[in-house]
C-alpha cells in the first residue's frame, strides 16, 4: 500500500513500494542501485528496478526485486533508442497498477530526469499518490557529465525538484553546492551524505594466506578517468627487480591503449586481463593490494570492496577517497599526478607483505564498522520515511 503524506509512527517496519532507477553497469551507481534494491527487498519492501538491461549484480541475484527493462522503440528517425522516455512509461504503469511511494534515481542524468517526468505524470492521477523523488549522486553525474554547460541547467534543476538529494561522500556534496547552489536557500543545497556499503558477509578475506608471487589487483570500467595505463607504468616502476604480478579486471574504452602501454613496457605475462567479472571476492581477497589510479574519485566502491577482503589500498588521494582509506592505517594515498610516490607506495607494500597484511586487517576492521550493508540501508529506510512525512505532497 500507499503510504500517507504524513505517518507520525512510521518506523523501519513499514513496508514500502520504491522503484529504484540506474545504469546497468559494473560501475559504482550500477552496483550500489543493485545492491540495495535486493537489501531493501531483503527487508521486506517492495522493490522495482528500472532500467535498459538487468546490471550484473541483479542479474546473478535470486532476490525478490521485480527488474523493468524498457529498451524503448528503435525508430530510423532516432538517431539512437530513447529508452530514458520508455523508463518513464515502464514507471508510470507500475505506479498506476500497484503505486510507488519513492522513485530512487541513482546518477542525476538521465534517472533524475526520468524520475522527475514520471513524478509529474503521475500527478494526473487524482486517486493515487504521486511518488517522492530522491536522488543519489555517485561523483561523474555532478564533476564531468552534470557540470558541463550543454547539461548543467537541467542538472540544476532536477536537484532542484528532487525531493531529496544525497550524495555518497562529503567531498561529493561539498563540489555539489560549490557548483550548482544559486543561494543559500536553494534546496539544491540541501544534501544527505548516505555513503556506499559492502556486504561483509560476501565479500571476505581469504581462508588462507595468499602465497604466491606478490599480486597488485585493479578493478574498474577503464575509462580514461581510471587511468588505467598510468597504473601499468607505476607498477612497471615499482615492481622493477620483482617478480609480482598485476591483475586487471573491467573492460572498457581504455582496454586497448592499456595493452599497449604493456607491450611497450614489455611487461608480458606480468599482467593479466580478466575481462568483466562481477569484483568476485575471490579475485579481491587473495591480493596484496588493491590499486585505486582515478584522477577523480567520488567515493571508491571497487576499494572498499577490496577492503572488506582484507585488502591493503594504494590510492590516489583525489575526491572522497581519504573518506574511505585512512592514509598510513588501511592503505597509502598519494598525490594524484606524482607516480613515482605511486609506485613507492605498491613497492613498499609488495616487498613487506607482512606490513600489508596488518593493513589489510585494519581495511576489513574499517569496512564492518563503518560501511557493512545493514547499517547503510536502515538509514536510506529512515531517509525515504523522512521524506515521505516532512515533504509537502502536490496536492491535498
Known sequence: MNLPPTQPGASASTMLKVGILCH?????????ASELALSLADRGHQVHLFSYDAPPRLARSSGPVQMHVAQGLPYPLFASTPHDLALVS????????EGLDILHAHYALPHAVTGYLARQAALADRHRR???????????????????????PLTQFVLEQSDCVTAVSENLARRTREQFCRDFG????RIDVVRNFVDVDLFRPASAPHDGPPTVVHVSNFRAIKRVPWLVRAFARATEGLDARLVLVG????????????????LGARVLFLG???????????????ALSSSD????LSALEAMSCGTSVVATDVGGVAEVVAHGECGLLSPVDDLAAFAANLRALLLDRARAQAMGARARAIAVERFARGSVVR???????????TTPWPFP
Do not use: M, N, W
Open 276 to 290: 568483466e567479472r562481477d569484483a568476485l571476492p575471490e579475485l579481491l581477497a587473495p591480493a596484496d593490494v588493491f
Open 90 to 97: 515502464a514507471i508510470l504503469d507500475q505506479h498506476r497498477a
Open 186 to 189: 536553494s534546496r539544491t543545497c
Open 24 to 32: 546497468p553497469t559494473y560501475g559504482g551507481s550500477g552496483v550500489l
Open 297 to 300: 574519485e567520488s567515493f571508491g
Open 379 to 389: 538509514e536510506y529506510e529512515s531517509l525515504y520515511l523522512r521524506t515521505l512525512s
Open 251 to 266: 573492460d572498457g574504452p581504455e582496454h586497448a591503449t592499456t595493452r599497449a602501454c604493456v607491450r611497450e613496457l614489455g
Open 130 to 152: 504521486a511518488p517522492k523523488l530522491v536522488t543519489t549522486l555517485h561523483g561523474t553525474d555532478i564533476t564531468l557529465v552534470g557540470s558541463d554547460p550543454s547539461y548543467a
